[in-house]
Structures are given as C-alpha cells and as structure tokens.
C-alpha cells in the first residue's frame, strides 16, 4: 500500500489579500498564509494595477520556505482563482496573478491545475470550516466586492453549481462598511475596527433605514443616512451599530422575500470577509432561526485560499 502523503495548493490574489494554503487528501489544512495588501492611510483600497504589482510582490514571500512543507510528499494538484465568480465575462486583473502562478507551478512540478473562481473559493471554505456535508445550500456572499444569495450545489465532490437569487444593487456590504469607516477615521478594511467600535454602541440610537426590493439590497441609501447621522454629532459608536443591524437586517429581509423553493436547500451558509462580524451572524440568527444556518469559521470568512486547495483536493482525490 502506497502511504506518500499527497497535498493539494490553493493560490488566491483578491483585492485585499494575497493568499496560499495547503491541504492534504483528507482535507487537513496543512498550511495557510496570507499577506494583506499594503493600503494608504485614507483610501477606500488600491487600483487594479496597484493591487497586481503587491501580489507580485506577495507570492515569493509566501512560498518561501515551502519546500519543508511539501518535503516527503507527492503535490497531486493546485488551483487558482481566475476570475471573482464562475460567470461567463467575469474578471479582474488580480486574478490573473494566481493563474499565472498556478500555472507556473503545475507545468513545471507536472501538477494537474484547476482554474477556480474567488466566490467558489469562499463557499467551499465555508463548506469546509462548518463541517457540512455535501449538498444544496443558500449561501449568502457578504465582501467588499460582493453581496449576493446564490443557490449552491456540490453535485459532484468539489464541483459547484452556481445560480444567483438575490444581490446588491449599488453599494456592496463591505464597501457600506469601508465607506463610513474612512468617515470615521478607521484603517482599511474597516470591518474590524467597526465591529470594535460597534461593541460601544447603543442600538436604536441611531436607525438606518431597510432598503430591499425584492431580493435586490440597495446601501446606498442607508450610507447617506448613517454620514447624515455622523454630520448631525451622533457618536460614531452609534453609527456603528446602526450599520451592522442595517446590513443583517436587509440581508433578513432579501431572504425573507426569496420563492419557497428555498426550504429545499439543506441549510443557509454565510461567507466572505463582512460573515465574520459576530453581531450580524446572532442579528441574522435572530431574524431568519438558528435552524440550518451556518457560518464559515471566523478564520475563513475572510479571504483566503483554503477553499481552493480543498476544492483540489475533491476534485483530484486519487
């Protein structure tokens, strides 16, 4: 019986973090690291070409020092984020630094490679760090670059089915989040220094107003509402709060307004960087049950490249 251990690469380059994990056929992380991307004191984050040259920059420093980790072992397959969803015309040029690297690495290490997409790498980390099983989920994409209900499907291990039931119509949570936050004087992204300021805040102090249609969550107008606030001397840890339960609020209610075919899924998974604030994971509790709801692990919810290596992993099992 053959016992060489086999591992499994993720590569992901978003908009905030240059990231590398390591699986092995069990789907045990091996490795995880992540570097953010340097942003300046008062941006709201960096351009495209900006965001490319950092990962460039990135990568070396993540991968040096790996050969220990892949020392004895057999590296079967690594996959990358090509593109932020799996759309037909979806793209940023971020991604096409984890292609390029990922490509690099299966044609020289003769790797089977596996083009993936950012949002499956997120719903699979989620999958993967609340231990569901494969199946139909609604899972709810809450980033700086996405807020949207998606009906998933794993029909085949590592292989999702995408359709898209609800989204944002402007403003996406994390930028609502990271807009104010600037007003505020936080660092970017501002989504953990607002929760902390939050944590202070008095609810119902200030209230930002719900604007869904449908299943379509519009923030824009809710943005205005909390800098009016802010401009009219409420406290910005009021304002803080205010946010949070406007945007566990709206999502309730996107949900809420969904067909009722939805009760056919085996549960709802949240994911992306805006799921790890533990006030709007108890207010989405509250609002839509406890029942069937998950979450990916607070150290997943982020961005991140675990989700891909396990994909690998799935898809490449041998």
């Known amino acids: 019986m053959n016992h060489e251990r086999c591992l499994y690469l993720g590569l992901d380059t978003s908009a905030y973090t240059t990231s590398l994990a390591v699986v092995d056929r069990s789907e045990k992380l091996i490795c995880d690291s992540r570097l953010p991307l340097a942003v300046e004191e008062g941006s709201l984050g960096l351009r495209q070409s900006e965001a490319v040259f950092s990962h460039l920059k990135n990568f070396p420093q993540l991968w040096e020092g790996r050969e220990k980790t892949l020392a004895g072992s057999r590296v079967v397959a690594v996959a990358a984020s090509t593109r932020p969803r799996p759309l037909s015309g979806s793209y940023m040029p971020v991604f096409k630094v984890s292609e390029a690297f990922g490509l690099f690495l299966a044609q020289t290490m003769g790797l089977k490679f596996l083009p993936s997409s950012h949002q499956e790498g997120h719903i699979i980390a989620g999958l993967w760090s609340a231990g569901l099983e494969q199946g139909r989920y609604l899972s709810v994409h809450l980033s700086g670059g996405t807020t949207e209900i998606i009906a998933s499907e794993e029909k085949e291990p590592g292989h999702l089915e995408i359709r898209l039931l609800g989204q944002g119509s402007d403003l996406n949570a994390g930028q609502f989040i990271d807009r104010l936050g600037r007003l505020m004087g936080l660092g970017f992204p501002a989504g953990p220094q607002l929760e902390e300021l939050a944590v202070l805040g008095r609810e119902g102090s200030?209230?930002?107003?719900?604007?869904?249609?449908?299943?379509?969550?519009?923030?824009?107008?809710?943005?205005?509402?909390?800098?009016?606030?802010?401009?009219?001397?409420?406290?910005?840890?009021?304002?803080?709060?205010?946010?949070?339960?406007?945007?566990?609020?709206?999502?309730?209610?996107?949900?809420?307004?969904?067909?009722?075919?939805?009760?056919?899924?085996?549960?709802?998974?949240?994911?992306?960087?805006?799921?790890?604030?533990?006030?709007?994971?108890?207010?989405?509790?509250?609002?839509?049950?406890?029942?069937?709801?998950?979450?990916?692990?607070?150290?997943?919810?982020?961005?991140?490249?675990?989700?891909?290596?396990?994909?690998?992993?799935?898809?490449?099992?041998?």
């Open 206 to 318: 200030v209230i930002l107003p719900v604007a869904v249609k449908g299943t379509a969550i519009s923030f824009s107008g809710p943005a205005t509402g909390a800098e009016r606030a802010l401009q009219e001397g409420a406290k910005k840890e009021d304002v803080a709060r205010a946010v949070e339960v406007c945007i566990a609020d709206s999502l309730a209610a996107a949900i809420a307004n969904l067909s009722p075919g939805v009760t056919a899924y085996d549960g709802t998974l949240v994911v992306g960087g805006v799921a790890a604030n533990q006030f709007i994971r108890s207010r989405l509790a509250e609002n839509i049950g406890a029942e069937k709801l998950h979450f990916a692990g607070s150290s997943y919810a982020s961005d991140n490249a675990v989700g891909l290596a396990v994909q690998a992993a799935r898809v490449y099992k041998d």
